[in-house]
């Protein structure tokens, strides 16, 4: 395994939001109530990304004044399984994708029958 790749936080969290620029409009217009930050160390190991919160499909009309879903993206870990630059972000690209897919409802199974 190669070494941790070096990118800063900056730019760690630029290519998340170049990640999130290229979802489809009509799915971030319809995307509520979340939050998209950059964590550096997750929770747990082997977490790349993790979404908290109430998916859009199991919100009903009793979904008021909640705090807004979280989405984690763990630099260190995806820095730590790259070997280049651009592998660091087509899996910052994956991972995003990964955990709004949660945001949408889509559990890791479905996903991965997806591809991703």
Not at 27 to 51: A, H, I, Q, R, S
Request: aromatic share 6%; hydrophobic share 40%; glycine share 6%.
């Amino acid at each position: 395994m190669a070494g941790v790749i070096e990118v800063s936080r900056e730019k760690f969290e630029e290519l998340v939001a170049d990640a999130l620029d290229t979802i489809p409009p009509e799915l971030t217009k319809v995307m509520d109530n979340v939050v998209v930050v950059v964590v550096d160390d997750p929770p747990e190991p082997d977490l790349l990304g993790l979404y908290t919160g109430i998916p859009l499909t199991e919100r009903g009309d009793w979904y008021a004044g909640v705090l807004p879903d979280r989405i984690e993206i763990y630099r260190n870990p995806i820095r730590s399984i790259c070997e280049t630059e651009d592998d660091v972000v087509q899996e910052v690209r994956i991972t995003v994708v990964h955990e709004i897919a949660h945001h949408f409802g889509i559990d890791d199974d479905r996903l991965h029958t997806l591809g991703w």
